[in-house]
């Protein structure tokens, strides 16, 4: 084959070249894949998650991130951080409103700040729990308190602990159209009945409880499942059996998608804080040093400055 020489390229549009002959057109470019366009992190669009996307990260293999938010400023950084999904947790009660537990957090704490953290948000799909007493009584109960959530707070899920005792709830808030996360493992409202906060699913008898009960909101509808402290193995098998995405938290690597509490991944939580945390900043001391700084310039004079100061 001869080798054209620069001047001899004919032009890539098909022009005649001077020596009257139509070149070919060259190929079009591949448009170049989309898959990273539709990463829920990372990803380009604008709108907001929804279940669907959640979904569709389950079928292409890609793990996401989830965090907890209960205010509108800290979840408009996470949602500028690109974080798809964050959860209203009852967790509020023990870092966010000074409760023991997660047990005495009620509708109306939860209605608010799931409403301040969607209105901190654009892309974000916002999960809020359904606290302790809020949907044990029946599948009414939950769809009462469940609606709630969805027309006063503006969330787009609501997530609820329980296995096969919770599958009824989760049936009739889906077949309503409100989509659900479960949650099974470790199902902190139960600190009462746990005596603590122990690992869950140790031992075959153990283990095949929790994979029935993942089996059964999935069944159910569930869009997604939490696994709290479960031993590794065991969550990747829950994993592996399940076609919607298992969310771990102390839960291994095998799981689809990882949440921490905010508080905690932060290192604004003080004390002890459970093995599966892993601290990203030290938030805690940051805080302290700007509020030293500032109570020392106040006493010592220096602060407002003239720059701080109006004329």
């Not at 470019?29 to 990463?39: G, L, T």
Request: hydrophobic content about 40%; charged content about 20%.
């Amino acid at each position: 084959m001869t080798q054209l020489s620069p001047a001899q390229n004919p032009p890539a549009d098909g022009t005649p070249t001077p020596g009257g002959t139509a070149a070919a057109p060259a190929p079009a470019a591949k448009p170049a894949s989309d898959s990273s366009s539709k990463a829920l992190y990372g990803g380009k669009s604008s709108r907001r998650v929804t279940v669907r996307d959640i979904a569709a990260a389950k079928e292409r293999g890609e793990k996401w991130p989830m965090l907890t938010a209960y205010d509108a400023m800290t979840a408009s950084v996470f949602d500028e951080a690109g974080i798809p999904v964050l959860l209203v947790g009852d967790s509020m009660g023990n870092c966010h409103l000074g409760y023991e537990s997660t047990v005495p957090v009620t509708m109306d704490e939860i209605t608010i700040l799931s409403a301040a953290v969607v209105r901190g948000t654009k892309r974000a799909l916002i999960v809020a729990d359904l606290p302790f007493g809020a949907f044990q009584e029946s599948p009414v109960q939950a769809l009462r308190n469940a609606t709630r959530l969805v027309k006063e707070a503006g969330v787009g899920a609501v997530k609820l602990e329980g296995g096969e005792r919770s599958a009824h709830q989760v049936e009739l808030l889906v077949s309503s159209g409100i989509p659900v996360m479960a949650h099974v493992g470790l199902t902190p409202q139960s600190v009462n009945a746990y005596g603590g906060y122990p690992v869950q699913g140790r031992g075959e008898e153990a283990a095949q409880q929790l994979l029935r009960d993942a089996k059964a909101v999935q069944d159910a509808g569930a869009f997604s499942v939490v696994l709290e402290a479960v031993p590794a193995e065991l969550a990747a098998e829950v994993t592996r059996s399940l076609h919607i995405p298992t969310v771990g938290i102390g839960a291994g690597i095998g799981c689809d998608a990882q949440v921490l509490v905010w508080t905690d991944m932060a290192g604004l939580t003080s004390g002890h804080v459970p093995r599966f945390v892993k601290r990203y900043a030290n938030l805690r001391e940051v805080l302290g040093g700007a509020a030293k700084d500032f109570a020392e310039e106040v006493v010592g004079g220096t602060f407002p400055a003239e720059q701080h100061s109006f004329r």
